[in-house]
Every structure is written in structure tokens, then in C-alpha cells.
């Protein structure tokens, strides 16, 4: 589980375990847990599913997420080409 960013408490992660499944970034954050999709063609986000986690913690993450987008794509590239 390469962990990509630590941000205010955040930890933005890959799992090596889920076959081909397009881009996307997992966050953790003591027991809240989230996934979302990154479209990289639309510079978008889709969120996957999420765990415990109010409007306010969705939002700090999206905002993360969209402040590391080009850092999430590139080392989810190195990483993906790694794993092969």
C-alpha cells in the first residue's frame, strides 16, 4: 500500500491489490476512509464510496485531492508500471 501524501492528518494511499481499475486514490484518517475515481481527461472526481465521514471531511479531501492531482496521476503511472 504505497502511501503517495500525508496531509492534515490525511493519508492518500494506492493498494497494489485491485487488478485494473482506472485511476483513483484512497484516504484514511483514524477511522474515516474514503475512495474516489480521478478523471484526468475532465480534471474531475468521482467518489467511490466513503466511510464515516461528515460534508466537511468529504471537502477537505477534495480539495486535497484537486491540490495533488498532477502528484496522485504521476505517481499512480510510476506505480502502475512498477506493479506490471
Known amino acids: 500500500m504505497p502511501t503517495v501524501l500525508f496531509v492534515n492528518g490525511w493519508r ?3 493498494y497494489s491489490n485491485e487488478g485494473n ?3 483513483h486514490i ?6 474515516k476512509e474514503c475512495k474516489y ?3 484526468t481527461i475532465m480534471y474531475d472526481l468521482e467518489e467511490a464510496y466513503s466511510y464515516k465521514m461528515n460534508p466537511k471531511d468529504k471537502r ?3 480539495e486535497i485531492i484537486y491540490a495533488h492531482f498532477e502528484i496522485i496521476e504521476k505517481e499512480w503511472n510510476k506505480f502502475k508500471t512498477r506493479s506490471k
Do not use: N, Q, R, Y
Open 26 to 31: 484512497h484516504c484514511k484518517k483514524g477511522e
Open 37 to 39: 475515481w480521478l478523471d
Open 60 to 62: 477537505e479531501v477534495k
Open 12 to 14: 492518500f494511499f494506492f
Open 21 to 23: 481499475e482506472p485511476i
